[in-house]
């Protein structure tokens, strides 16, 4: 249908029209069409955009602008006469009961005073105007059928009137309740609208385990999530733990078929009750706002936010509260007048790859990593990206110096998306994946089941290096003091081979080095004598065994009296704990197999470093029936009545059990003094009851 010449000049004859946008005139307005209808195409047919949603927005835009200004030039098949389609062969099709629409975009407060003014005119309304402004949640969009307070029909937006019918997959998301109870305000059949999302930092877990079993990478959360609901098995969709935000009623209807909205006065009305009922309704950065400009205010703040927020949005939804107005203002075949989205900055952008390195890891995994031509993506300038493993740059076909598409979706780690054959010139060239280890020459391996490829040479400097930094690292033998450049600089200096080394450092020297004082070299020292007290988990967790997490490490030092006792350990005993399974014990079982690696766990504790299990390898046996039995406790800042270990202990004996991040799972978060991004982050999740440190003692005390 299109070759690769026409893309081309679809994509400049897109950039030129971009860069002078009120220069467009209507004789360009069918070659305006039919390139956004070419990228429509890309996207929704062939899943493979060639420009950014940003970009394809503002060239909307610009079409809407001119229709706007000519409406007699309106074609019936302009791109401004339909909404998106998403429509599958695989389902069956159904018939929305009112139609999705999408959203008009506005991106400044200009923007949001000119949609004042256009509901006032639609309205006639000159007082105050009251809006409710919502995230705008980058997910998937579905909508939800009750009868009789049932759950009975789950549906994708597909093409706005119709969509697939996907009820089985909806019925698998615990936020969507199979029974709500409409029937007390006298409604009998509702269409509800919300959108299906996964948490970024699940998506970020459900990418990783794809990294490592080869399998291709979702570029965003919204990806995950829209596959999430078409899977052809529900117990799939289950795994990708999707929660839905409800957001809209868009019919009611009572037991004689009439319209049953009108029981309802204001959206925010809507939303309340719909959360009394069992519903997910957007709650945090959700505000109630009395003027625009306390909207654009909002809408700003909560752009610095989005961060923080556990989910991803690209922007902020302002809805006119009043479902009177509403009604006043209507709906286009395309949006409705009464709401518009608030653009955020593109987190999506295009860029140069201009040379890939490979790294090495601590197990010796070579992760290729791409340079590129620096770009600002939501606030962060990214210069550096990883390729992840061989098949990756293999399934894109990623080239050195190609145009590349490359995307930051909220926390997650910068991801190229793709890359742009078609403005491929001569200067390009492939990339070559090395043979042989970048530092130490070695041929490289690749195991069965693994993506990447391995440096076998256990004595590989960068490997050694890399194994130093894991040991030392926070959830190991946390030393302070010593990071990255430390220990390249000792490595360098030949005072580091192995672990012992580390209680061996000649202090003496250190002093002496350049960028190192007497000081930072006593609290070294002191760091590196603390470590030698650790609970044994910490240390097995240390070895860069792979695939040996803290997880499994807990485990195993939990049920181990002394290190080297694992000497004896028979692979049924590893598989007997329920998390580890057969590879992993293998590679415990390897380990001390090898006698250079009792040596030097012998050397290791000649220096003091403990190798006996202690208090703190072992589960604590919580109370069941203590006041905080059953709930997860985190403590945060700096507390001023106790140190943070006594509050723990505490807590445990009151029957709480401390974690260590903030998740869906926190219960409380007490907050000491200068909490930082926990708290934030806590009370952005909005479900974690968050304490200071006396309202935590008393709480404690009263029971
Ligand atoms: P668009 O597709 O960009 O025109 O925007 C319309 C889409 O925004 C809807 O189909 C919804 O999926 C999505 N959306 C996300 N959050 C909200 C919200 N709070 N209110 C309305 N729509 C939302
Ligand atoms: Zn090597």
Same mark, same amino acid.
């Given at each position: ?218 570029? #965003? ?167 992840? #493993? ?142 030698? #007290? ?52 293998? #590679? ?116």
């Amino acid at each position: 249908m299109y070759d690769a010449s026409t893309q081309k000049e679809f994509i400049r004859t897109g950039n030129a029209f971009l860069q002078h946008p009120d220069q467009v005139t209507t004789e360009q307005l069918p070659v305006l069409r039919k390139l956004l209808r070419y990228h429509e195409w890309k996207y929704y047919a062939k899943d493979d955009p060639v420009i950014s949603d940003y970009d394809y927005d503002r060239l909307y835009k610009i079409l809407e602008r001119l229709e706007a200004a000519h409406p007699e030039l309106i074609t019936p098949d302009s791109p401004t006469q339909r909404v998106g389609s998403d429509l599958s062969s695989d389902f069956q099709t159904v018939t929305h009961l009112s139609p999705m629409l999408s959203l008009e975009n506005s991106y400044n407060a200009e923007d949001l005073n000119d949609f004042e003014k256009q509901v006032r005119k639609l309205t006639g309304e000159e007082g105050p105007i009251t809006y409710v402004v919502e995230p705008k949640f980058d997910g998937s969009s579905v909508a939800l059928i009750y009868e009789n307070n049932i759950l009975v029909r789950g549906a994708t937006r597909g093409n706005g009137h119709q969509g697939d019918d996907i009820t089985p997959n909806i019925k698998t998301i615990p936020t969507i309740p199979l029974f709500a109870d409409f029937s007390e305000r006298g409604i009998h059949r509702v269409e509800l609208r919300g959108e299906a999302l996964i948490r970024k930092d699940y998506f970020e877990t459900i990418n990783k385990q794809r990294a490592k079993a080869g399998l291709p990478l979702f570029a #965003n959360p919204r990806n995950a999530a829209a596959g999430g609901l078409r899977m052809k098995d529900p117990k799939e969709a289950a795994q990708r733990k999707l929660d839905t935000f409800v957001y809209q009623m868009t019919f009611a209807e009572d037991d004689n078929g009439q319209d049953a909205t009108n029981k309802f006065e204001f959206h925010s009305e809507i939303l309340q009750y719909l959360n009394k009922i069992g519903f997910l309704v957007p709650h945090n950065l959700s505000k109630v706002c009395r003027t625009i400009e306390e909207v654009s205010d909002f809408c700003q703040q909560s752009e610095q936010k989005r961060e923080e927020y556990p989910y991803e949005i690209d922007g902020m939804v302002i809805k006119v509260d009043s479902l009177e107005l509403q009604k006043k203002c209507g709906l286009t075949s395309h949006h409705p007048r009464w709401a518009m989205a608030y653009k955020f900055k593109a987190k999506q952008a295009t860029s140069v790859l201009l040379d890939v390195i490979f790294q090495v890891g601590k197990v010796g995994a070579i992760t290729p990593v791409a340079k590129i031509k620096p770009v600002e993506l939501a606030g962060v300038t990214v210069s550096s990206v990883s390729l992840h #493993n061989e098949e990756f740059i293999r399934s894109k076909d990623i080239r050195i110096g190609d145009q590349i598409v490359v995307e930051r979706a909220g926390d997650v780690i910068p991801y190229i998306v793709k890359s742009l054959p078609e403005l491929r010139d001569k200067s390009v060239h492939p990339i070559v994946f090395p043979t042989v280890c970048p530092s130490c020459h070695t041929p490289l391996v690749k195991e069965e089941g693994e993506a990447a490829w391995r440096c076998p040479n256990y004595h590989c400097p960068e490997q050694i290096i890399q194994r130093m930094i894991h040991f030392v690292s926070k959830n190991a033998m946390n030393i302070d003091g010593m990071g990255e450049s430390q220990i390249r600089k000792f490595y360098g200096l030949g005072w580091l081979h192995n672990f012992d080394d580390i209680y061996r450092l000649p202090f003496d020297k250190i002093q002496k080095l350049e960028g190192f004082g007497q000081r930072s070299a006593d609290n070294l020292k002191k760091a590196i004598l603390a470590s030698k #007290n650790n609970p044994i988990h910490r240390l097995l967790y240390g070895l860069s065994i792979h695939h040996l997490g803290r997880k499994a490490s807990k485990l195993i030092a939990a049920q181990v009296k002394y290190v080297l006792d694992l000497k004896d350990w028979t692979i049924e005993q590893y598989t007997n704990i329920k998390e580890i399974g057969p590879i992993l014990a293998e #590679n415990i079982i390897d380990f001390f197999k090898k006698p250079e690696n009792i040596e030097l766990l012998k050397s290791l504790e000649s220096y003091g470093v403990n190798l006996h299990q202690t208090a703190e390898d072992l589960p604590v046996e919580l109370p069941t029936d203590g006041p905080l039995s059953g709930k997860t406790i985190l403590f945060t800042g700096t507390l001023m009545q106790m140190k943070r270990k006594e509050a723990q202990a505490l807590a445990e004996k009151a029957g709480a059990k401390n974690i260590s991040a903030v998740s869906k799972n926190l219960n409380i978060l007490v907050a000491g003094e200068k909490a930082g991004s926990k708290l934030k982050k806590a009370k952005a999740l909005g479900t974690v009851e968050i304490l200071n440190e006396q309202e935590f003692l008393d709480l404690i005390e009263k029971a």
